[in-house]
């Protein structure tokens, strides 16, 4: 599966929006519900880890 792939499927999921995939396929989002801007007070927004793109069982999660 290609990164693109990987990146559409995510985001049709409809939990997570701006689905990004780094050069080490560290992927990162953010949540769809939430306002993007990082509160370091409360610490929400900004992006969440989602996983390793090498990983098997997410690619397998998210193949499904």
């Known amino acids: 599966m290609k990164k693109t792939e990987m ?4 985001e049709r999921g409809g939990k997570y929006v701006k689905v990004k995939i780094d ?3 560290e992927i990162t989002g953010m949540l769809a519900d939430e306002d ?3 509160q370091p007070g409360s610490n929400t927004g900004g992006r969440r880890f989602l ?3 090498y990983d098997p069982q ?3 999660y998210y193949n499904n």
Do not use: A, M, N, V
């Open 7 to 10: 990146i559409e499927k995510i």
């Open 51 to 53: 996983g390793d793109f």
């Open 23 to 25: 050069k080490t396929g």
């Open 36 to 38: 993007y801007s990082y």
């Open 58 to 60: 997410i690619i397998e």
